[in-house]
């Protein structure tokens, strides 16, 4: 528990962890009140009405206390497996501090956690998901998206696609899967749904553009590791549910269809987490929704197809979806080698894809790096412990935190715009060989 450097935390008023705090995190828990409230509102059953409306008091009691910056309080028993887990790293170390004197990175997931327990405690509600309308809505906005990448894979996998350049058809897929991660709903908690199609960037063209976005950019030191170690298995640590967990699988079906993978492992979330965090029922409603002329459109024999087959490789076991609660727990990746059963799991892939910007902030420990640290020494045990597979970061910048910037790249971006670390335009794409 211990950050290499000084870890992010909102007491520092000039971080993103402080507008996080005090301005993100309110609105997210009002929408879940919100909602709720509006499910409550029109039930029959008046033992679950009762219960939900407990719920919502217990909800925004935590949002006052949070506002308030009170102390922190250990995780109720909600008979889960990680409770034990929570609990002891909360005495360890954080029984005296507040919302906004504990680090960032635990505050936040503390919050997921705390809000899970309300449920998770409860007769009528314990497998509600309070994010399931906004992931839904956004997952309808995206449709015109979701098509226009059916229709591309469509053609990639087709005998000509696949006698394109391998490389050239690489980069494009990892783009599709990086810029999808632009529409996570943490981060847009005020954006209209409709809006959301701006942010999917989906054609060859237009992703040539936007690559300059990309920081650092090792896509191709990826592409030598895909093609060296052709047909093994390649791991994915999702992250948000809806668009950009459907780029990734359009990412990973090429992946099988031009064999660079023999299988591929998703890593999901086993509870709902920082809003939009793909878990097991979020794949499985994908793949149904796909299945069941839900976009209802000329081109459904498309998605109906590629349903098929994606249904198809879950069914053999080509595709295989895990969710372990050290993805929700509050460590930082530092800590993955000592979790002897994942790690074991995770180095049985050439390569792990670790999604979005979550996931990078846990790699990194969250800390203050300089911004030109190389990716490899930030990631510590993850680069250099035995048998570590690759180690790869699709990630658009959400956070006050980066490393294996180019010398003179954070200071040509401050230059011109405060925010560019966390507006989510920029994204980077790190790649660490690790020791197999
Ligand atoms: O850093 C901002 C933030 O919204 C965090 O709250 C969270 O770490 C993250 O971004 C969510 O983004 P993603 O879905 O890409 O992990
Ligand atoms: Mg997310």
Redo the contacts with the bound molecule.
Sequence with gaps: ANPPRPALIATDKTG?AYT?TRI?WPVIVTKIIDALFQVCHALDDDEKRTEGKAIISSIGALKYGMERDKPLTPIADDSNPDIATWNNIYNTYFSSSTWYTAPWLFT?CYLYRRIYTYFARSTYWNTYDPFCQQKEAAFKASQVAMLALAERIDELISSEGLRLDHRIVFHELVQISLWG?AS?L??LSTLDPRELGKLQSTGAEELEKIEKNILRNDIDLFWHRIKDSKGSRIDFVL??AGFELYADLIFADWLIQSGYASSVHFHAKPIPW?V??TTPTDFYNLLSALTSNLLNQPSQSLITKLAQRWQGYVDSNIWIVKADYFWVSPYAYWHLPEQKELFDDIKQAASVVFK????F?KLVYDCKWDFTTPFEEAIGPMATEEGVPSVVTL??S??DVIVGLPKGTAERLYAVEDDWL?SGKYAIVEFSRGTK
């Design positions: 993103f996080t993100r936040e991660n996570d943490s981060l992250d948000n920082f939009s965090d979005g910007d979550l996931n902030r990630r658009t959400k956070a966390y």
